[in-house]
C-alpha cells in the first residue's frame, strides 16, 4: 500500500504541539483523558517529508524528548579533538571516542562520561542509519536501551552522544583475550536484560524489529546490566493487517534469520531468531561464525542444534571455561530455549516475552556447584629461620660446615691432617691391603668379648711401656666382616703373632 507523502508542517501535526509530547513508554493514565496520546514518528515519516528537512527542523520535531544539539567545536572540546588516547573503539557506523561533560559545556546537562560516535564518511554506514539512530533512540526510553544524550548535525559531520558503557561490549567479554571468564549467574542476567530490551520494542504501540541483536550492540553497565545499542538498521514493524515488512536483506551474517536472508521479510520473530544466537554463544562461549575452528564447527547454530535438547551430550556445548560451576537444570533450560529460538518455522519461535518469562526464574536456581578450595600456607616459619640465620651473620657467628666422619684426625706424633676422604672410598692399611667401604649403619662387632678384652689390655701394656706404635682414636665405623678384621696387621701385632 502507497504511503501519502507528508509535509513538515502535517508532521508536526500528528506528534502534536511542540513541548507536550514525551518519550515513548509513558502510560495513558499519566495525561488527561482529553488529549490523545502523542504519536512516535517512523523513518518513513521522515524520508517522505517535503521539502528535505534541516537540522533545525529535526530538533522541532524530536522536542521534548530532552535531546541536546552539540556542536562540532563542543564535541572536538570534550574528547581532546578525537586524540587517539580517548578512542574506545571503531563499529561500522565509525570510531567511538569516550569524553567528559557537565554543565559548563551545557546549562543542565548531567555531569558524566560520554561515547562521541563519528560517523565514518567512508564506512559501511552513512548518513539514513544516523537519522535512524537519532528518531528511535530520540524517541524511546527504557532500562535496557543505551540512552541517546544529543547529536551533532553540522555540514557534513554526524556525531551522536551517548551514555558511557563502563564493561563495553559483550563480545569482549566472551571471545576478547585478557578478559575474566564471566560467571554463571552473569550470563544469565545479560540474557535477561537483552531479552527485556527486545520485548520492550515489540510490544511498543508501533512495534520496532531491531534487525541487528549481536553480541557487539549488547553494553554493558559496571554492574553488567545489559542495553542495547547501535539501532542504525532498526525498522518499524508490521502495523495492521501486514504479517511482515519487506525490506532489503542486511544484517550481520551468522546472526540473521534464514528466511529474512532468503526472502527478505522481516518480521519481530527474525529478532528472536537473532537472540537464540546470542543466547547459544552464552550458553558455549563460541563465536556464531568461526573459520579457525574445524569445518563441521565454523557455524555455531549448525554444529550445537542436535545436542540442544540432548541433557548427556550438552556438556559438549558448554562453554569449558566455566569449569563445571553453572547450573545444570538452568543450563539445560537455557539450551532447550535455544533450541526454539532457532527453529526453521519462524512460528515455532516463542515471543520476547515468553523468553523473559523463561529467563527470569533461572537467576533464583542455587544448584550452581563450588569451586575447587585451594587453601594456601604461608611460609612463616622458614622466613623466621632465614632471618635468624641473617641475623647470626650479621653478629658476627660463623656457622661451620658438619664435619665429615671419615675426616682423618691429627695423629700424636704432629703427621698432618689429611682431607677427608669418602664414605665409600677404599682405604689402605699399613700392609697395603684393602679393605672394602662399610655402611656407618651397619657397624657391628662380631668378636666375642673375652677376646676384645685381652686386644685393648695388650695395647694398653704396650702403649704404657713406651711401644713407638701409633695409635689413632676409634673410627664411628668398624669392621663387619670378622674375618678381615682378623687378617689384619694391627691385629696381628696387637696379638703377638
Known amino acids: 500500500m502507497a504511503r501519502r507523502k507528508m509535509s513538515w508542517r502535517s508532521l508536526f501535526a ?10 515513548m513508554g509513558s502510560t495513558a493514565g499519566n495525561k488527561p483523558a482529553s488529549k490523545r496520546s502523542p504519536q512516535r514518528f517512523s523513518m518513513p515519516d521522515f524520508s517522505n ?29 570534550v574528547t581532546n579533538s578525537f586524540s587517539m588516547s580517548h578512542r574506545i573503539g571503531e563499529g561500522g557506523f565509525g ?54 544524550i544529543g547529536y551533532c548535525c553540522e555540514d557534513e559531520n554526524r556525531l551522536l552522544v551517548y551514555e558511557f558503557m563502563a564493561r563495553g561490549s559483550l563480545e569482549n567479554h566472551l571471545f576478547k583475550r585478557f578478559f575474566a571468564c564471566l560467571p554463571w549467574r552473569t550470563r544469565i542476567k545479560i540474557a535477561v536484560g537483552a531479552a527485556k530490551g527486545l520485548a520492550f520494542l515489540h510490544e511498543a504501540e508501533k512495534p520496532v524489529i531491531y534487525r541487528d541483536f549481536k553480541a557487539s550492540n549488547i553494553l554493558l553497565e559496571s554492574d ?14 508490521p502495523e495492521g493487517e501486514d504479517t511482515h515488512v519487506s525490506t532489503r536483506v542486511m544484517g550481520t551474517e551468522g546472526y540473521a534469520a534464514p528466511e529474512y536472508v532468503m526472502t527478505g521479510h522481516l518480521t519481530a520473530k527474525s529478532d528472536v531468531y537473532s537472540f537464540g544466537v546470542v543466547l547459544l554463544e552464552l550458553l558455549s562461549g563460541r563465536r556464531s561464525l568461526d573459520k579457525s575452528r574445524p569445518s563441521r564447527e565454523h557455524n555455531l547454530v549448525d554444529w550445537a542444534r542436535p545436542w540442544l535438547n540432548d541433557p548427556r551430550r550438552l556438556v559438549r556445548v558448554i562453554d569449558p571455561k566455566l569449569d563445571g560451576e553453572y547450573s545444570t537444570k538452568g543450563a539445560q533450560m537455557v539450551a532447550g530455549l535455544a533450541f526454539r529460538c532457532l527453529s526453521h518455522s519462524p512460528k515455532n519461535r516463542p515471543s520476547m516475552k515468553t523468553i523473559v518469562e523463561t529467563l527470569e526464574p533461572l537467576l533464583l536456581l542455587d544448584d550452581i556447584p563450588m569451586g575447587n578450595f585451594v587453601y594456601t600456607v604461608t611460609a612463616s616459619n622458614s622466613k623466621e629461620d632465614d632471618s635468624g640465620k641473617d641475623q647470626a651473620k650479621e653478629d658476627g657467628d660463623k656457622v661451620e660446615p658438619p664435619e665429615s666422619e671419615n675426616k682423618v684426625e691429627e695423629k700424636e706424633d704432629g703427621d698432618k691432617v689429611e682431607p677427608p676422604e669418602s664414605e665409600n672410598k677404599v682405604e689402605e692399611k699399613e700392609d697395603g691391603n684393602k679393605v672394602e667401604p662399610q655402611s656407618e649403619n651397619k657397624v657391628e662387632e662380631k668378636e666375642n668379648g673375652n677376646r676384645q678384652r685381652r686386644h685393648h689390655h695388650r695395647q694398653r701394656h704396650q702403649h704404657h711401656h713406651g711401644t713407638r706404635q701409633r695409635t689413632r682414636s676409634p673410627k664411628s665405623a668398624a669392621y663387619t666382616d670378622t674375618a678381615l678384621y682378623r687378617k689384619s696387621s694391627r691385629h696381628s701385632r696387637a696379638s703377638g703373632d
Request: aromatic letters at 8%; hydrophobic letters at 40%.
Open 14 to 23: 500528528c506528534y502534536g504541539r511542540v513541548g507536550d509530547s514525551d518519550s
Open 224 to 237: 553488567y546490566k545489559a542495553k542495547l545499542s547501535d539501532f542504525g538498521l532498526a525498522k518499524d514493524g
Open 95 to 148: 570510531p567511538v571516542f569516550k569524553g567528559y561533560v557537565d554543565e559548563k559545556l551545557r546549562p543542565g546537562l548531567k555531569a558524566q562520561h560520554v561515547a562521541v560516535k563519528l560517523l565514518d564518511q567512508e564506512g559501511l554506514q552513512g548518513h539514513k542509519e544516523w537519522l535512524a539512530e537519532v528518531i528511535f533512540l530520540g524517541q524511546l526510553r527504557h532500562p535496557h536501551l543505551v540512552k541517546l
Open 49 to 77: 517529508a517535503t521539502p528535505p528537512f534541516t537540522p533545525e527542523e529535526l530538533s522541532l520535531s524530536l522536542a521534548g524528548s530532552n535531546l541536546h544539539v552539540f556542536t562540532m567545536a563542543e564535541l572536538k572540546a
